[in-house]
């Protein structure tokens, strides 16, 4: 069986479509003039299935809904799309499951790109409301979004009533912590590596210079990070472990694909590039980054050796500005409080280091806060790409979803909360279900 189509289009985008400036430039000025092509938007429905498609309040959207419709509703949240003023719609990934078995589904493009969550959330509400008109009022309506519209999920959830279950896959449900886990990458690297730190940097200067030199001095052999490493190297290795999720299986495998595919400025600068912003985010003014009370460790000891006490001294402390984590309401990147009333299930790669399984960590933190752990499941899968789920994986956990939203039946899951669970050899296995890029095999 062939893999989602949609899990490798995100991942092209997050190696070809992301750059510093469009995570971290600020925004200003007048809106850009983001356009609907809409001859791109019909699309062939599936046999036994009516397709729908054209623009609501400034997003295209598509919709399908099968003869034997059983009422319920499905909706996609697309993943990044970039900086581009052209707004695209995905088919939802599950329709050849969804359609069969009598699930209608409804996809926006939202109405503007770049990384705004509040645009996304508002806008697949819009459509879900929008298909009462098209075609019925739904008995359930399902939420279900990858990478950045995981965080779309996850907020969406917050903030309207509108949906009885969700699946975040791959997402940044861990909102601002995603940010400051690209800001510890290039502090620490740049601490490491040169023996002092600093934020923001000179783009120019810190690609063209301080990169190189981190990489010469953390790598045993010359010209071979990240796949030789010397001590302060497999220090510096072992600590973006940490700070990504954890002890776990799947990290060295992930650590050298990630660290060895090409960025916009050269080869091996994917995650290095995303030190070279200056810590805004889009529309929203003001640092969003911090470091400030972050504490690095080089080792397992959760003791602070010598090193790590120095490195805790000397690295680059950034305070994030008050106005850019808002606790309540919907920001351009909204804080994800765990408040969530509906059954949520979350699916993430182990060596997934573009949006890192502390992702995962920090949601099940956040959710257990609010006292709602018993309506959370997540599960790891073996691999280190981006988004990158089989078929089997991704459609189960929907039919485990429906399952728990219309019989009360909680499926099982992996336990993120804890360390020595996460450490285990087996992590992962349980719920693996087909071949994964550079995934550890299980025993």
Not at 296 to 320: G, H, K, M, W
Not at 356 to 369: S, T
Not at 384 to 406: M, N, R, S, Y
């Amino acid at each position: 069986m062939k893999r989602l189509g949609i899990m490798s289009a995100v991942f092209m985008l997050a190696i070809v479509g992301i750059t510093p400036a469009s995570v971290a430039g600020a925004g200003g000025g007048p809106p850009p003039d983001y356009f609907v092509d809409e001859e791109a938007l019909p699309f062939d429905a599936l046999a036994g299935a009516t397709a729908y498609w054209g623009v609501h309040k400034g997003a295209g959207y598509r919709i399908e809904v099968p003869d034997n419709w059983n009422g319920d509703l499905v909706m996609w949240a697309h993943g990044f799309r970039g900086t581009g003023l052209e707004l695209t719609v995905d088919n939802h990934p599950l329709r050849s499951l969804l359609i069969p078995l009598g699930y209608a589904w409804a996809s926006s493009s939202y109405s503007r790109n770049d990384y705004d969550i509040s645009v996304g959330v508002k806008d697949t509400h819009a459509l879900a409301k929008r298909f009462n008109g098209i075609v019925a009022q739904p008995d359930k309506v399902y939420i279900t979004g990858v990478s950045m519209g995981g965080h779309i999920t996850a907020v969406s959830l917050e903030q309207y009533n509108t949906y009885d279950g969700a699946i975040a896959a791959c997402g940044v449900v861990g909102d601002h912590e995603l940010f400051d886990y690209f800001t510890d990458f290039s502090l620490a690297g740049q601490q490491l590596g040169t023996g002092s730190s600093t934020f923001p940097v000179d783009p120019a200067q810190y690609i063209g210079v301080t990169v190189p030199t981190i990489k010469a001095n953390l790598e045993l052999v010359p010209n071979t990070f990240p796949f030789t490493l010397n001590s302060t190297g497999k220090a510096f290795k072992q600590l973006v472990e940490l700070q990504s999720g954890g002890d776990r299986p799947n990290f060295d495998e992930a650590f050298a694909f990630w660290n060895s595919i090409d960025g916009n400025t050269g080869p091996g600068n994917f995650l290095f590039e995303f030190g070279a912003g200056d810590g805004t985010l889009p529309r929203a003014p003001g640092v969003a980054v911090d470091n400030s009370d972050t504490v690095y460790q080089l080792d397992l000891d959760p003791t602070l050796s010598p090193a790590e006490q120095a490195l805790n001294d000397d690295i680059f402390r950034v305070s994030a500005d008050p106005q850019t984590r808002r606790p309540q309401g919907l920001a351009q990147v909204p804080t994800i409080t765990g408040d969530i009333s509906v059954p949520v299930i979350t699916l993430h790669n182990l060596g997934d280091l573009f949006v890192p399984v502390h992702n995962e960590v920090v949601y099940g933190e956040r959710v257990a806060a609010q006292g709602n752990s018993d309506l959370l499941v997540q599960r790891a899968i073996r691999g280190v790409l981006h988004c990158d789920f089989t078929p089997e994986e991704f459609g189960t956990a929907f039919i485990d979803l429906v399952t728990w939203v219309e019989a009360g039946v909680k499926p099982d899951g992996d336990d993120f909360l804890d360390p020595a669970a996460v450490a285990d050899p087996l992590f992962g296995c349980t719920f693996t279900d087909g071949f994964h890029f550079l995934g550890t095999p299980c025993p």
